[in-house]
Every structure is written in C-alpha cells, then in structure tokens.
C-alpha cells in the first residue's frame, strides 16, 4: 500500500527560528510528485511547496524550502524565520498517476505546528 | 485568479436526509476530487472524474454518489446521511500535474 508517515503529530517553534517537519513515503512507482500543504484555522488547504521526483534539486519557495532524498523516500519541509502565520497544520502528500491515467493524492496525517511569540 | 468554488459553505441535516455538495473548478483544469476530512483526521480521498469521466474511487460509501457535468461542475450526492458523515468536505482541480491541485475552502457537513 502506498502510504505518508509524519511521525511529528505536533511540533512548536520559537518566532523567527527555523524548524524542520519530517515526511516519509512508501510507493513502488518510480514517477511520482511531492507536496507540502498547509491548513490554517480556516481549514483552507494551501499549496506551500512542491517537488518533481526526478528533480535532483530541491524545491525553494521563499522561506520554505525542502530537503527530498529520494533513496530513502525522506521529503522533510523546512520553515526559516517562522512567522506566526506560519501556524498550521501542515500534511505531506504525494501524487501518483493512477491506473485511470489521471493523478491521485495521497496525505500524511498531519503536523500541527504552534509559532511561539 | 478564479479558485475552486465550493457550496454551500455550511450545511446542517438530520440523520437519513440527503446532502448534495456543488463544486466549480478552476476553468480548464479538466480534474476533479473529492475528499473528506473528518475532525483531526487528514484528508481522505472519496472520488475523481477526468474529462467528465469517473477515473478514481476510494473510500466512499455506497450511499453516496458523484458526477461530473458538461461545465466540468462536480456534484456529490449524499443520501441516507450518518452522524459520522458530519465532516469537511474539500474538491480539489487539478489540470497540468505540475500544477498540484487546488483545493476549494470546503463544505461543512454536520449530521445532527
């Protein structure tokens, strides 16, 4: 079964610090795609970064960046100078084509992150 | 830039009611999901339709059902509604892969 771990159920961190929230995943596909999304208190689910399986490089927005190593299928999300807006839930996904050709997301269960003033 | 529109935003119903749930993707993204999120659970995948086509199910119950229509507007259809119905309710578009999926600001579902 194609499954997303984060073992972090809930992580704090002082403001303007750094934090790191982990992500592994299990599949057996070898063309798959990467997601962080964020859920605030309004539970809008919000694209906060994404990254190309066979993308080497990994992908930087702003202050969020990540560090994907694909052999051991680790897709850790890191938030520099972490901002109050910055608390959330935040879930790791990723997307596999499915046997009907179209894409399917699957989600981690989820980290709440609590910024500290 | 046009969202996913999601309606209603809120719905209440009483046990064994039927709910329908509308859901207008982002123009020319030619996928549709629907997820449902119970309280402090992740997202659970119910369903998809590529080009108006059913393409995925996952774990949605047989009493509820899903189409998509010519406008490419998804509807779900839920009937003989459970007190463990009561969740959020997101769609989701997606067009070219890259782009992910955009999610709407969800449905609210309480079955009292």
């Known amino acids: 079964a194609q499954t997303v771990t984060q073992s972090q159920p809930e992580m704090s961190v002082q403001e303007a610090e750094t934090v790191t929230l982990s992500c592994t995943y299990d599949?057996?596909?070898?063309?798959?795609?990467l997601f962080w999304y964020k859920q605030p208190p309004s539970r809008q689910m919000i694209l906060v970064i994404r990254?190309?399986?066979?993308?080497?490089q990994n992908a930087t927005e702003n202050r969020f960046s990540v560090n994907f190593q694909k052999a051991a299928k680790s897709f850790s999300l890191k938030i520099s100078d972490s901002q109050l807006g910055d608390a959330a839930m935040y879930f790791c996904?990723?997307?596999?084509?499915?046997?009907?050709?179209?894409?399917?997301?699957?989600f981690g269960t989820g980290t709440r992150l609590t910024i500290i003033p | 830039a046009a969202g996913v529109i999601q309606s209603p935003r809120h719905l209440i119903k009483e046990k064994r009611e039927t709910a329908t749930l509308k859901c207008y993707p982002i123009?020319?993204?030619?996928?549709v999901y629907w997820y449902q999120q119970g309280p402090g659970q992740d997202p659970q995948f119910l369903i998809s339709f590529y080009e108006k086509m059913q393409s995925d199910k996952g774990s949605i119950p047989d009493r509820f059902s899903a189409q998509q229509f010519s406008d490419y507007h998804s509807e779900l259809n839920m009937s003989s509604l459970e007190l463990g119905d009561s969740a959020l309710y997101f769609c989701a578009s997606s067009g070219d892969r890259l782009d992910g999926y955009t999610f709407g600001s969800g449905t609210r579902l309480t079955v009292v």
């Open positions: 599949t057996s596909e070898s063309d798959y795609y």
């Open positions: 123009p020319r993204h030619d996928t």
């Open positions: 996904a990723y997307s596999i084509r499915s046997n009907f050709g179209n894409e399917k997301l699957t």
């Open positions: 990254q190309e399986a066979y993308k080497q």
